[in-house]
């Protein structure tokens, strides 16, 4: 059986271990909610670059349809000359035509590419938009998940810190000022007496020592961790 202070130490530990998962509980949802508003960011910042590069390519494919119009209405109107006979300059006609030919050729090649690379793009954009679309759902689902939860957690935590502070109470000052040193370094206060060793760093306590805990004489801490040792009752 172990003594009524180990019963209130572990009462009190707890309490606060209820208290840290709830603050662990509380920090991860408001992370989920800060990463689900941080994806949402970058993935709206990916639709400008993609925006603007798209916008450049259907100025660029505009300026060459019109330079593409205009050698092929002087191809229609050289060839006109030619094949009615009224060309000043024959040989001239003739060169001139086949220079516009072979540049409207390139324009055209060079339309074709350009409008696979638009339609990469687009392509591109469709999916960059579907990606903030979703992100931006993710992001409400999270904020949602948050506002139901964030009530709850905060009667929870307040429930388990009135607890911590009425098992405080309980404890001697004497016990309470090694809890809180064991606290402050952040370990474990209390550990449990298993096959006669402590439970957390496996160290055998005296047979006496042993005896007093599993009567509930004494409260003993472990020579080796300084932890409150205590025995489950069979």
């Known amino acids: 059986m172990s003594t009524p202070h180990i019963e209130t ?3 009190l530990w707890d309490a606060e271990s209820s208290h840290i998962g709830l603050i662990a509980t509380r920090t991860a949802m408001l992370r989920g909610v800060q990463t689900a508003r941080s994806h949402q960011n970058e993935a709206n910042s990916s639709l400008a670059p993609i925006s603007s590069k798209l916008a450049e390519q259907h100025g660029h494919a505009k300026a060459l349809q019109r330079r593409l119009d205009q050698y ?3 191809v229609k109107t050289t060839r006109d000359l030619i094949d009615s006979g ?7 006609a003739v060169r001139q035509l086949q220079q516009c030919e072979q540049i409207v050729d390139e324009l055209e090649t060079e339309l074709l590419e350009l409008f696979e690379s638009i339609e990469a793009s687009e392509a591109s954009l469709n999916t960059a938009q579907q990606c903030a679309s979703e992100a931006g759902e993710a992001r409400k689902r999270a904020e949602q998940r948050a506002s139901d939860q964030m009530t709850p957690l905060s009667t929870q935590l307040d429930a388990a810190s009135e607890q911590i502070s009425l098992r ?3 404890v001697p ?3 309470l000022e090694w809890y809180d040193r064991l606290r402050a370094d952040e370990r474990v206060p209390i550990s449990e007496i298993r096959e006669q ?5 496996r160290i055998q306590p005296p047979n006496q020592m042993l005896r007093e805990i599993r009567n509930g004489k004494r409260v003993h801490r472990c020579r080796n961790c300084s932890r409150f040792l205590w025995i489950r009752n069979d």
């Open 86 to 92: 009224r060309a000043p300059d024959f040989q001239m």
């Open 9 to 11: 130490l572990k009462a």
């Open 173 to 175: 000052l004497d016990l």
């Open 197 to 201: 060793a402590c439970s957390a760093c």
């Open 72 to 74: 092929t209405r002087t």
């Open 168 to 170: 405080r109470q309980d």
